[in-house]
């Protein structure tokens, strides 16, 4: 994996775009640094010679964006709430930000497409995803009060898990 500077910068930037979400002041701030560990995170998965390491890396890149665009949007409306208090409830807002997050960090009820992911991936590759990948989105969603909805997706991550 450290053949070559390239890996290592790709290496150091995600570690950097994790230090930004976890130190961050604001939820925009945490959303950037979510990009750069994700835009840093494609080029170490992608592998010239495998085809799988490629289609995982377009599957890794598509539910991401995704994830990162439907968190966009939950910190605009929690802007507009704050700044021009709009009827919108902060616990709906709440909702859509776990649920990116979740969706982000591959926990149930939005794990569907990590299993097709990690199979296209090497073991160095799989490791970092299921280590590194996971902090920033776990330290954002520590910072949410919706104890509650988080049992209840921790219960359904341990029996998915276990079947």
Known sequence: MFNNSS???FLMMMVTGT???VTSNSWLGA???LEINLL???PLMSDSNNLKSTEASLKYFL?????STVLLFAVILLMLKNFMNSEISE???SMILLSTLLMKSGAAPFHFWFPNLMDGLNWLNALL???WQKIAPLMLIS???LKEILIISVILSVMVGAL
Request: proline fraction near 0%; aromatic fraction near 16%.
């Open 31 to 33: 959303w950037m640094g």
């Open 40 to 42: 840093s995170f494609i």
């Open 91 to 93: 616990s709906f807002i």
């Open 63 to 67: 539910t991401q964006a995704l994830a």
């Open 7 to 9: 890996k290592i910068l």
């Open 143 to 145: 910072y949410l009060n």
């Open 129 to 131: 995803l299921m280590t």
């Open 19 to 21: 230090l930004i979400t």
